[in-house]
C-alpha cells in the first residue's frame, strides 16, 4: 500500500511524515509519495525525503494514495481526489465536525481521527494530544517570557536585588507540566492548581508549590478534568482570581473534551492583576479561558495586562511538533500493521483502533463505546476473631511497655556515665558540657523537622560537619594525660569516618540525579 503526504493547507506549517519517519514506514513495507514543498515550513526539504526512500509527486497523485496522512480535515475539495476505499489519518476533530464525517463516509473513506486516540497506557506512544501538548507548554512559557518586562530568575547583583518572577499555573495536564518544568527552569517560581488531586504530587516533584480548591476533588477515570458545576466554578474562580493578582506569568490550560473551555478569570480578576503582567490562555483556539481572550491575537488590556491568546503555539516549533506527530502516526501504524508487510489492518475489536476510527467506508463510526477503566480491586479486610484481637492488642502493649523500659534504662546509664565524665573532668572545661547539651538539644529538632525524603543527604552532610572535632581531637591528642589521648584518637577516628563517608554518601546522592 503506498501512504501520501500532502502539504498542508496555508498557515500550517507543519508536516504528517518527516524523513525520519518515512524511512520508518517504508520498513513497514510502505511506499510514501510526498507532495513537495511539504516539509519546507517544518525545515525539512524535498531531497531529505527522497534521501529516505520517498516518491516526491504532484497533489492529485499524493490524495489518491491508499493511505492519506495529514495534520488537520481535508477539504472538500481534496476528499473528492481520494479514491474510495482509501484511508485517511488526520486530526479530525469529530465531536465538532460531525458533517466532515457524513461527507468522508458518503465518500467511501474510512477516516482515523489521531485526536480521539484513547488515554489508556497502551495508546500512550500513539497520543497526538499529549505531545502536541508538550511542545505547547513549553511555548507558552517562552511566549510569556518574550512579553513579560523581567527576567523568570532572581538575582542579587551590585545594583541590587531582583525577586524571581511568580508563574502561576492553572490545569497541570501535559501542556501544564511542561509549562512548570519549563518555568522553574528558567529560575522562576511557580506555582499550579488543578481540580484533579491526584496530580498535587507530579506538581511537587517538579518543584512547584500546588494550591489547592476548596471544592470537591475529582478523580479522573480518562486522563480529563471534568466540568465543575456552578458552585464549585465560583469558589475555584475566587482562588484563580487571587493568585492571579499576585502573579506574573499566568497560563491557563482547561481544556474539557467536547465542550467549551470554562472562563477561570473574568473581566474583574484580570482587572485586579498588576500592571505588566501576563496571561498565555493555552484554550483561546476552544473558547478561551479568560473574557478577554482573542484568539489568534496578543492584546493588552487598560490596565496594562498582556493577554497571549496564540492558538498555534506547537506550530511555533514546527520542526520539533512534526517529528512528534508523525511519530505517534508511525507508532499506530506499527500496530495495525503486524506482519510488516505493508498492508494495514483495521481490527475494529482492538480498542486504540475502535477509539480512533470515526468512519469505516460509508458508515460512521462516532462516537466510540466506552473504554472500561478496571479500577484496583478494593482490599478485602477479613474480620478478626474478638479474642484474637484482644491477645494482639495486649501483646502489642507489653511490647511497647518493654520497649519504653528500655529507652528508660539506657537514658539512666547514659546520664550516669555522663555525671562520672563530669566528676573527672578538670573544673575549667566543665562549662564546656553544657554547650555539648545545647547542641545535642538544637541538633535533635533540627534534624526531626526534616522531612524523611531528605534524611540522607542532610545526615550526610551534618556527618560531615563533624571535621570541627577533628580540630579539637588533633589539638588534644598529644596531651600529657593518657585518658585525654585515648579520647582524642578515638574521637578523630569517628571524626574522620564521618567526614570522608559523609561526603562519599553525598556524592553518589547526587550522581543519582545527574544526566546521563
Known amino acids: 500500500m503506498r501512504i501520501g503526504v500532502p502539504l498542508e493547507q496555508p498557515g500550517q506549517p507543519l508536516v504528517a511524515a518527516?524523513?525520519?519517519?518515512?524511512?520508518?514506514?517504508?520498513?513497514?513495507?510502505?511506499?510514501?509519495?510526498?507532495?513537495?514543498?511539504?516539509?519546507?515550513?517544518?525545515?525539512?526539504?524535498?531531497?531529505?525525503?527522497?534521501?529516505?526512500?520517498?516518491?516526491?509527486?504532484?497533489?492529485?497523485?499524493?490524495?489518491?494514495?491508499?493511505?492519506?496522512?495529514?495534520?488537520?480535515?481535508?477539504?472538500?475539495?481534496?476528499?473528492?481526489?481520494?479514491?474510495?476505499?482509501?484511508?485517511?489519518?488526520?486530526?479530525?476533530?469529530?465531536?465538532?465536525n460531525p458533517e466532515l464525517l457524513v461527507t468522508l463516509a458518503e465518500n467511501d473513506i474510512t477516516a482515523l481521527a489521531m485526536d480521539t486516540v484513547p488515554r489508556i497506557s497502551r495508546a500512550q506512544a500513539m497520543d497526538v494530544l499529549s505531545s502536541q501538548a508538550n511542545v505547547a507548554g513549553y511555548r507558552a512559557v517562552i511566549e510569556a517570557a518574550d512579553s513579560f518586562g523581567r527576567l523568570f530568575a532572581g538575582q542579587v547583583t551590585a545594583a541590587g536585588k531582583m525577586p524571581p518572577a511568580r508563574v502561576y499555573v492553572i490545569g497541570a495536564g501535559v501542556a501544564g507540566l511542561a509549562a512548570i518544568g519549563t518555568a522553574g527552569s528558567l529560575g522562576a517560581e511557580v506555582f499550579a492548581t488543578d481540580v484533579r488531586a491526584e496530580v498535587a504530587e507530579q506538581i511537587e516533584s517538579m518543584g512547584a508549590r500546588f494550591v489547592a480548591l476548596p471544592t470537591a476533588e475529582q478523580k479522573s477515570e480518562d486522563g480529563y478534568a471534568k466540568a465543575m458545576d456552578q458552585d464549585q466554578a465560583a469558589i475555584?474562580?475566587?482562588?484563580?482570581?487571587?493568585?492571579?493578582r499576585t502573579s506574573d506569568i499566568v497560563i491557563t490550560t482547561a481544556n474539557i473534551p467536547?465542550?467549551?473551555?470554562?472562563?477561570?478569570?473574568?473581566?474583574?480578576?484580570?482587572?485586579?492583576?498588576?500592571?505588566?503582567?501576563?496571561?498565555?490562555?493555552?484554550?483561546?483556539?476552544?473558547?478561551?479561558?479568560?473574557?478577554?481572550?482573542?484568539?489568534?491575537?496578543?492584546?493588552?488590556?487598560?490596565?496594562?495586562?498582556?493577554?497571549?491568546?496564540?492558538?498555534?503555539?506547537?506550530?511555533?516549533?514546527?520542526?520539533?511538533?512534526?517529528?512528534?506527530y508523525a511519530q505517534n502516526i508511525v507508532n499506530l501504524l506499527k500496530l495495525m500493521t503486524p506482519e510488516k508487510n505493508g498492508h494495514l489492518v483495521i481490527d475494529l475489536g482492538d480498542e486504540v483502533v475502535r477509539g480512533i476510527t470515526v468512519t469505516a467506508q460509508t458508515e460512521v463510526l462516532w462516537p466510540p463505546p466506552p473504554i472500561a477503566v478496571a479500577a484496583a480491586p478494593a482490599a478485602t479486610v477479613e474480620e478478626e476473631d474478638p479474642a484474637v484481637?484482644?491477645?494482639?492488642?495486649?501483646?502489642?502493649?507489653?511490647?511497647a511497655a518493654m520497649k519504653k523500659r528500655k529507652n528508660f534504662a539506657w537514658m539512666g546509664l547514659a546520664a550516669v556515665l555522663l555525671a562520672a565524665l563530669v566528676m573527672v573532668t578538670p573544673f575549667q572545661v566543665t562549662g564546656n558540657y553544657w554547650v555539648f547539651t545545647l547542641a545535642i538539644i538544637v541538633g535533635f529538632y533540627v534534624i526531626t523537622n526534616v522531612t524523611h525524603s531528605l534524611h540522607t543527604p542532610l545526615m550526610s552532610v551534618t556527618n560531615a560537619i563533624s571535621g570541627i572535632i577533628l580540630v579539637g581531637a588533633i589539638m588534644q591528642i598529644g596531651s600529657t594525660n593518657l585518658a585525654v589521648t585515648i579520647l582524642a584518637f578515638i574521637a578523630l577516628t569517628v571524626a574522620s569516618i564521618n567526614v570522608f563517608g559523609g561526603f562519599r554518601v553525598t556524592g553518589r546522592m547526587l550522581t543519582m540525579f545527574q544526566r546521563g
Not at 70 to 78: Q, R, W
Not at 290 to 306: D, F, L, Q, S
Open 18 to 96: 518527516t524523513p525520519d519517519t518515512v524511512a520508518k514506514l517504508i520498513k513497514l513495507g510502505y511506499s510514501v509519495a510526498v507532495q513537495s514543498g511539504a516539509g519546507g515550513e517544518s525545515s525539512y526539504p524535498d531531497y531529505q525525503y527522497e534521501a529516505a526512500g520517498a516518491q516526491i509527486a504532484p497533489r492529485e497523485e499524493v490524495m489518491a494514495s491508499d493511505i492519506v496522512l495529514s495534520l488537520d480535515a481535508p477539504t472538500v475539495g481534496d476528499i473528492a481526489l481520494m479514491h474510495p476505499q482509501s484511508v485517511l489519518i488526520s486530526r479530525l476533530a469529530p465531536a465538532r
Open 236 to 244: 475555584a474562580a475566587k482562588v484563580y482570581a487571587e493568585q492571579s
Open 258 to 324: 467536547g465542550a467549551k473551555s470554562p472562563v477561570l478569570l473574568d473581566d474583574a480578576a484580570i482587572g485586579a492583576m498588576k500592571p505588566g503582567s501576563v496571561i498565555v490562555d493555552m484554550a483561546a483556539g476552544n473558547g478561551g479561558n479568560t473574557t478577554m481572550t482573542v484568539a489568534g491575537e496578543r492584546i493588552v488590556t487598560p490596565n496594562g495586562v498582556t493577554i497571549i491568546g496564540y492558538t498555534d503555539l506547537a506550530g511555533r516549533l514546527p520542526t520539533q511538533s512534526s517529528q512528534l
Open 389 to 399: 484481637h484482644a491477645a494482639h492488642a495486649a501483646a502489642e502493649a507489653r511490647a
